[in-house]
């Protein structure tokens, strides 16, 4: 695998195991599960970040609830068919895990490194109380001609920096991996509480050219 390929797609997530396992897939005799990781913010909330591990990381077989881990690995992307829409389903795939004898809620605890292209016009908005927000989708590229699309958030000055970007921009992206609860309406009697992950980003950097 492309060594720049990897870099351009960085995770370190450090938190307590929050679930048990759920089979995902499993891909030449290798399988995969799913877990939850809880990982502070700086305040006292914090962020539920769903994790892909294999079966020759952990024991799939314990329950590893409560046990602090820091997971390394890269932030994905897939299609998630339900009826005729496609949902993007996110997650960590974990490289590597190790075992904490204590997690942090420092910065440290929870990093994401992007280097992509703009797939998405910049979406640049106001909230009613005037905080300045723009919305990215980033199509990360991954060996072997495939592609993840991380949506990301920018506040403030940077917001305002990347509402200028266009489609087929070349950005560098830092920040962290956020979780945010809402509520989608199915149909007029019906809603759903869900989930919605995204790379919400501290410092962003628009590449004249591509540097590989």
């Known amino acids: 695998m492309s060594e720049s390929v990897i870099e351009n797609n960085q995770v370190t997530v450090m938190g307590e195991i929050i679930s048990r396992f759920s089979y995902s897939h499993e891909i030449f005799g290798e399988s ?28 799939v077989d314990m329950d590893h609830r409560g046990e602090l881990i820091c997971v390394t690995g890269q932030f994905r992307s897939y299609n998630c068919h339900e009826g005729r829409r496609n949902r993007l389903v996110l997650s960590v795939f974990a490289r590597e895990v190790s075992y904490l004898e204590e997690a942090g809620g420092g910065p440290e605890a929870n990093q994401i490194y992007l280097k992509g292209y703009i ?3 910049p979406t640049y908005r106001k909230t009613p109380l005037g905080r300045e927000i723009a919305d990215l989708l ?16 920018c506040w403030g000055r940077n917001a305002r920096y990347a509402g200028s970007f266009h489609v087929g921009g070349f950005c560098s ?8 609860e809402y509520v989608k ?10 989930v919605a992950y995204e790379a919400s980003i501290s410092k962003i950097e628009l590449h004249e050219e591509d540097m590989g």
């Open 173 to 180: 992206a830092w920040g962290r991996i956020q979780s945010r």
């Open 32 to 59: 995969f599960y799913m877990m939850n990781v809880r990982c502070k913010r700086l305040s006292e909330s914090y962020d539920i970040i769903p994790v892909m591990v294999s079966e020759r990381l952990m024991d």
């Open 138 to 153: 980033l199509a990360v590229n991954r060996p072997y001609g495939k592609s993840d699309y991380i949506p990301c958030i």
């Open 119 to 121: 797939c998405k016009e």
């Open 185 to 194: 309406k199915l149909d007029d009697e019906s809603s759903q509480r869900r």
